[in-house]
Nanobody
Protein backbone atom coordinates (compact mmCIF):
# COMPACT_ATOMS: atom_id res chain seq x y z
CA UNK A 1 0.00 0.00 0.00
CA UNK A 2 1.25 3.47 -0.92
CA UNK A 3 0.27 6.51 1.10
CA UNK A 4 0.63 10.11 -0.05
CA UNK A 5 0.57 12.94 2.48
CA UNK A 6 0.56 16.56 1.35
CA UNK A 7 1.57 19.61 3.34
CA UNK A 8 2.50 23.24 2.83
CA UNK A 9 -0.83 24.77 1.91
CA UNK A 10 -2.10 27.97 3.46
CA UNK A 11 -3.23 31.52 2.91
CA UNK A 12 -1.06 33.85 0.82
CA UNK A 13 -1.50 37.20 -0.88
CA UNK A 14 -1.55 37.50 -4.64
CA UNK A 15 1.99 37.59 -5.99
CA UNK A 16 3.29 35.48 -3.14
CA UNK A 17 4.78 32.00 -3.08
CA UNK A 18 4.14 28.65 -1.46
CA UNK A 19 5.86 25.29 -1.65
CA UNK A 20 3.77 22.17 -1.36
CA UNK A 21 5.30 18.86 -0.31
CA UNK A 22 4.06 15.32 -0.74
CA UNK A 23 5.71 12.49 1.17
CA UNK A 24 5.24 9.04 -0.31
CA UNK A 25 5.34 6.03 2.00
CA UNK A 26 6.90 2.74 1.03
CA UNK A 27 9.96 1.74 -0.94
CA UNK A 28 8.43 2.19 -4.38
CA UNK A 29 8.81 5.94 -4.78
CA UNK A 30 11.02 5.62 -7.86
CA UNK A 31 8.46 3.35 -9.53
CA UNK A 32 5.96 6.14 -9.98
CA UNK A 33 5.61 9.29 -11.96
CA UNK A 34 4.29 11.93 -9.60
CA UNK A 35 1.87 14.76 -10.16
CA UNK A 36 -0.23 17.52 -8.71
CA UNK A 37 -3.87 18.28 -9.39
CA UNK A 38 -6.15 20.93 -7.97
CA UNK A 39 -9.86 21.36 -7.44
CA UNK A 40 -11.59 24.66 -6.86
CA UNK A 41 -15.12 24.85 -5.40
CA UNK A 42 -17.72 23.93 -7.98
CA UNK A 43 -15.11 22.89 -10.54
CA UNK A 44 -13.67 19.62 -11.73
CA UNK A 45 -10.29 18.42 -10.56
CA UNK A 46 -7.67 19.64 -13.02
CA UNK A 47 -4.12 18.68 -13.87
CA UNK A 48 -1.39 21.03 -12.67
CA UNK A 49 2.00 19.36 -13.11
CA UNK A 50 3.73 16.00 -13.39
CA UNK A 51 7.27 14.66 -13.19
CA UNK A 52 8.70 11.40 -14.47
CA UNK A 53 10.21 8.66 -12.36
CA UNK A 54 13.75 9.90 -13.06
CA UNK A 55 12.84 13.55 -12.74
CA UNK A 56 14.14 14.26 -16.22
CA UNK A 57 10.75 15.01 -17.74
CA UNK A 58 8.08 17.41 -16.53
CA UNK A 59 4.73 18.59 -17.79
CA UNK A 60 2.61 21.58 -16.79
CA UNK A 61 -0.84 22.96 -17.38
CA UNK A 62 -0.73 26.09 -19.51
CA UNK A 63 -2.24 28.09 -16.66
CA UNK A 64 0.80 27.52 -14.41
CA UNK A 65 3.70 27.37 -16.88
CA UNK A 66 6.47 29.74 -15.89
CA UNK A 67 5.06 30.17 -12.37
CA UNK A 68 5.04 26.66 -10.87
CA UNK A 69 7.84 24.10 -10.72
CA UNK A 70 7.59 20.43 -9.81
CA UNK A 71 10.55 18.50 -8.45
CA UNK A 72 11.27 15.29 -6.57
CA UNK A 73 13.90 13.82 -4.31
CA UNK A 74 14.29 10.09 -3.76
CA UNK A 75 16.34 10.71 -0.63
CA UNK A 76 13.20 11.92 1.11
CA UNK A 77 10.54 10.13 -0.98
CA UNK A 78 9.11 13.58 -1.56
CA UNK A 79 7.70 15.52 -4.47
CA UNK A 80 7.43 19.30 -4.34
CA UNK A 81 5.39 21.96 -6.08
CA UNK A 82 6.96 25.40 -5.90
CA UNK A 83 4.29 27.98 -6.65
CA UNK A 84 5.33 31.54 -7.44
CA UNK A 85 3.43 34.63 -8.58
CA UNK A 86 0.26 33.18 -7.14
CA UNK A 87 -3.09 34.46 -8.35
CA UNK A 88 -6.54 34.33 -6.73
CA UNK A 89 -7.56 31.84 -9.43
CA UNK A 90 -4.95 29.42 -8.06
CA UNK A 91 -7.14 29.00 -4.97
CA UNK A 92 -8.03 25.32 -4.67
CA UNK A 93 -7.40 22.11 -2.83
CA UNK A 94 -4.17 20.66 -4.21
CA UNK A 95 -3.78 16.90 -4.48
CA UNK A 96 -0.67 14.80 -4.92
CA UNK A 97 -0.93 11.72 -7.10
CA UNK A 98 1.21 8.80 -8.25
CA UNK A 99 0.93 6.98 -11.55
CA UNK A 100 2.62 5.12 -14.36
CA UNK A 101 3.75 8.07 -16.48
CA UNK A 102 3.45 11.84 -16.84
CA UNK A 103 1.28 11.31 -19.91
CA UNK A 104 -1.21 9.16 -18.02
CA UNK A 105 -1.21 11.51 -15.04
CA UNK A 106 -2.06 14.42 -17.32
CA UNK A 107 -4.96 12.28 -18.54
CA UNK A 108 -6.13 11.82 -14.92
CA UNK A 109 -5.11 8.16 -14.87
CA UNK A 110 -3.31 7.47 -11.63
CA UNK A 111 -2.92 4.85 -8.95
CA UNK A 112 -2.92 6.77 -5.70
CA UNK A 113 -4.11 10.11 -4.33
CA UNK A 114 -3.35 12.13 -1.25
CA UNK A 115 -5.96 13.78 0.93
CA UNK A 116 -5.28 17.28 -0.37
CA UNK A 117 -4.04 20.57 1.05
CA UNK A 118 -5.86 23.88 0.81
CA UNK A 119 -4.24 26.83 -0.95
CA UNK A 120 -6.00 30.18 -0.70
CA UNK A 121 -4.73 33.24 -2.55
CA UNK A 122 -6.20 36.57 -1.50
CA UNK A 123 -6.43 39.55 -3.85
Amino acid sequence: QVELVESGGGLVQAGGSLRLSCIVSGRTFLSYAMGWFRQAPGKEREFVAAISQSGSSTDYADSVKGRFAISRTSAKNTVYLQMNSLKPEDTAVYYCTAGASTLLLAAKTSYYWGQGTQVTVSS
